[in-house]
């Protein structure tokens, strides 16, 4: 939809509940993402990694059409 669109929205990623989360978000190229302190912690105890190259997501139910 993003791609379709005239590019008039921000990526919002919430709800972050781990690390991986976080670096997905990133990945995505979420503009705003909310976070919980322990999670931005445990980002800076990793050196604050902005990309992870064994990032996978496996979508989970059908693809919602636009």
């Keep these: ?3 379709q669109s005239d590019y008039h929205v921000l990526v919002l990623a919430a709800s972050i509940r781990s690390l991986q989360h976080l ?3 990133f990945h995505a190229h979420s503009e705003l993402v909310t976070v919980p302190a322990k999670i931005l ?3 800076a105890k990793e050196g604050m990694p902005l990309r992870v190259t064994t990032l ?3 979508p989970v139910g059908a693809e ?3």
Aim: glycine share 0%.
């Design 1 to 3: 939809m993003f791609d």
């Design 56 to 58: 996978a997501y496996k």
């Design 23 to 25: 670096l997905y978000a």
């Design 64 to 66: 919602i059409p636009y």
């Design 41 to 43: 912690e445990q980002w």
